[in-house]
């Protein structure tokens, strides 16, 4: 493994930026959605339960059933959310390796440079 160019770390910090930017947009996209889901269900649910007949649990229980398909899309939204979060993390570390490695080359070339200085 070759030690990349400052150049070649200055270009992979650049596009890690603007993943994170992507993924920040991305994430608010996602964040609406799962809300929006989530109260669809809950209204959805509710009105189930209104409109349904019978004992407390009776009715309860079919307007859960009634509105299940809701919930599961309010869940996968939740998850798909979460998914995203993890995500921007993995971009973070990546970006804090990018400038550890950066720092590092900065670091070898001042010990090259007085190195030669030396020498000279």
């Known amino acids: 493994m070759n030690t990349p160019t400052t150049n070649e770390v200055v270009m992979q910090l ?10 920040q947009r991305e994430i608010r996209d996602l964040d609406e959605a799962a809300v929006r889901a989530r109260a669809r269900y809950e209204v959805t649910m509710s ?7 019978g004992a407390m649990d009776v009715r309860k229980h079919t307007a859960i059933v ?4 809701l919930k599961l ?3 996968i939204a939740d998850q798909v959310l979460r998914a995203a979060r993890e995500s921007i993390k993995v971009l973070r570390d990546r970006l804090e ?6 720092s590092a080359i900065r670091s070898e070339w001042t010990a090259q440079s007085a190195a030669q ?3 000279a």
């Open 47 to 53: 009105r189930n339960f209104l409109k349904a007949e």
């Open 66 to 69: 009634e509105s299940a398909e």
């Open 73 to 75: 899309d309010a869940e």
């Open 14 to 23: 650049a596009q890690l930026g603007r993943d994170l930017d992507h993924k």
């Open 97 to 102: 390796i990018g400038r550890s490695l950066n």
């Open 117 to 119: 200085g030396l020498a």
